[in-house]
Structures are given as structure tokens and as C-alpha cells.
């Protein structure tokens, strides 16, 4: 979800390694 999110950006992420990013679709479950 980029729009209304404080989502890293994808040049910051290609610098510094972010984890549970784009992992998941909107519509899917998921739990931890």
C-alpha cells in the first residue's frame, strides 16, 4: 500500500535492507 502509508521509499530500501515490505497483498491474510 503506497498511497496513505509512511512506506519507506523504494530508493531508500535498495540502500538500506527494510523486512515485511510488499511481503502481502491487501486482500490476503496473514498473521504472525
Known amino acids: 500500500m ?3 502509508t509512511d512506506k519507506v521509499s523504494k530508493e531508500i530500501r535498495e ?3 527494510h ?3 510488499d511481503i502481502i497483498e491487501p486482500d490476503q491474510q496473514y498473521t504472525a
Do not use: A, N, R, S
Open 15 to 17: 540502500k538500506v535492507p
Open 2 to 4: 503506497d498511497i496513505g
Open 19 to 21: 523486512h515485511q515490505i
